[in-house]
């Protein structure tokens, strides 16, 4: 590194090269909005590491929700946020799917696009939607450079459907497309994905939720029936490939394949039922996942529906990889409730991770120093990672910044798997976000008044016994990217 007072060097430079430099200081430099039109927390689409001109790039799965519901159903169709229902059509009394295993480009959130492995253009694969009964036949087409297969997550179908590579059927050489056909004899969530080259295939995305609704239409329906299928990737800076060999760490978390601020959010009316069905197909985590707001029950596994006396009241659910649970709640007070896996660096991103421990560090000595050969440099880190995304640093070329987005108060400190349930008293009717809540007067925390303190006989500079009686840090308040300091 050899930097002149004039050199622009991204923070990826930095961030290998300084690193190195100042051992586990986290050295950063402020994004100027001014020199850099993307920087900030998040960048155009597909700005990212484009292909060679000659070459016009591969469209881009930007994880847009299509639902499918054709006449004649029963049932209310399950809603797969930022994922779409595998279309079907009957034939001869047999409900036919076709899925297509494919390279993707996908969009994990703005910013990030990265070379997956899907089915029909989408990471993960289309939700299937059927009804307990039904006979169901999938043509599997690979159009992938490698033999693969399907597995049934759960279905109870005849051994040699289970599509296990080598133990229950030959594997889908690359051009080919075998047939899968069995009836469904139970309902509930489930899931499928690729039971060949498992930790490759399913690292790269190749999998999806299937539900299976009862055969009599449900007495008591859902208003509002969603899934969120949990993934986990390795995806390193810049890269465009996710990383399937990598074991222990992961550094993109989703939601069907989407990373917030990426995530579309959860909208519910007031006094909506929501089911919500979570699936984990994560190669290596289990995930806790937090629901703010509500209570909710627990009310079936992939094993079955609970009985009634054994749904038990939640606030936060284990989900095993390899398994889906399905919550239930009525959506009562309106507002913004966050919904996140509450392993806290799975709302993380790619960078959120592995940083030297500055917390605490004076860095003013170290800051003047390199600011003689780097003008405008300056270690971060030393009061958390909330600054990170707080000053908008520039993001290096397809990358995700280390942590969440914008909000409407601040800047939110989470990313990854997270997402956000809206619940209001009215809905857009055409389905659409209905934006941030605007919280009544009076039910909105707020600075505390000199008048409100003195009244109720608090002292903010009161002694602890720590000795830091009233002393205060520095305070960040930066929304618009630029450093308060
Ligand atoms: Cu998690």
């Known amino acids: 590194m050899n930097p002149t007072p004039n050199s622009k060097i991204t923070r990826r430079d930095l961030v290998t090269q300084a690193a190195a430099l100042v051992g586990s200081g986290l050295l950063l430099r402020k994004a100027s909005a001014a020199e850099d039109p993307h920087a900030g927390h998040q960048m155009a689409h597909g700005n990212a590491g484009a292909k060679s001109a000659a070459k016009a790039p591969p469209a881009v799965s930007t994880g847009t929700t299509e639902i499918f519901a054709p006449e004649g159903i029963h049932y209310k169709p399950v809603i ?3 994922g779409k229902t ?12 076709h899925l297509i295993a494919e390279p993707v480009s996908h969009e994990f959130a703005p910013g990030l696009v990265a070379e997956c492995w899907g089915y029909n253009g989408r990471v993960h694969g289309p939700t299937i939607e059927a009804v307990e009964g039904d006979k169901v036949r999938f043509y599997v087409t690979n159009r992938l450079e490698a033999s693969t297969t399907i597995h049934w997550h759960g279905i109870l179908l005849p051994s040699g459907m289970d599509g296990v590579g080598g133990v229950s059927q030959k594997a889908i050489l690359p051009g080919e497309t075998y047939k899968y056909e069995f009836t469904l004899k139970q309902h509930g969530t489930f899931m499928y994905h690729s039971h060949h080259d498992e930790m490759t295939q399913m690292q790269l995305g190749m999998m999806g939720m299937f539900i299976i609704h009862p055969k009599e239409p449900e007495a008591n329906p859902p208003d509002r ?4 299928l949990s993934s986990e990737w ?22 069907n394949g989407r990373s917030f601020p990426g995530t579309a959010p959860l909208l519910a009316k007031k006094g909506d039922k929501v089911r919500i069905r979570l699936g984990n197909l994560s190669t290596m985590s289990h995930h806790s ?5 509500t209570t909710f029950k627990v009310v079936a596994t992939d094993g079955g529906q609970i009985p009634e006396a054994g749904q038990w009241p939640e606030i936060t659910v284990i989900m095993p990889t390899g398994s889906t649970r399905t919550i239930e709640f009525i959506a009562q007070e309106p507002g913004d409730w966050v919904m996140h896996c509450h392993m806290l660096h799975h709302v993380m991103t790619q960078m959120g991770h592995k940083f030297g421990n500055v917390i605490g560090m004076d860095a003013k000595g170290l800051d003047d120093r390199i600011s003689k050969l780097i003008p405008g440099y300056m270690v971060m880190g030393t009061t958390g990672m ?3 995304g707080e000053m908008a640093m520039e993001s290096p070329p397809n990358s995700l910044p280390m942590v969440g987005g914008a909000g409407q108060y601040d800047y939110i400190t989470m990313g990854g798997m997270f997402t956000i349930l809206k619940v209001r008293e009215t809905l857009p009717a055409d389905g659409s976000d209905p934006g941030w809540y605007q919280a009544p007067p009076g039910t909105l925390s707020v600075a505390a008044t000199a008048d409100e303190l003195r009244r109720d006989g608090i ?8 000795g830091a009686g009233g002393k205060v840090a520095r305070a960040f308040r930066v929304k618009t990217g630029e450093c308060a300091m």
């Open 289 to 293: 996942i937090h629901l703010h707001g």
């Open 386 to 388: 909330a600054e990170m």
């Open 80 to 82: 797969t946020p930022n």
């Open 225 to 228: 029936d969603y899934t969120l």
């Open 459 to 466: 002292d903010p500079k009161m002694n602890t016994g720590t």
């Open 86 to 97: 595998l279309p079907w059509k009957m034939v001869d009394g047999w409900k036919v799917f």
């Open 234 to 255: 390795k995806i390193e800076v810049g890269a465009r490939r996710p990383d399937p060999n990598e074991m222990t760490d992961m550094n993109v978390f989703t939601f």
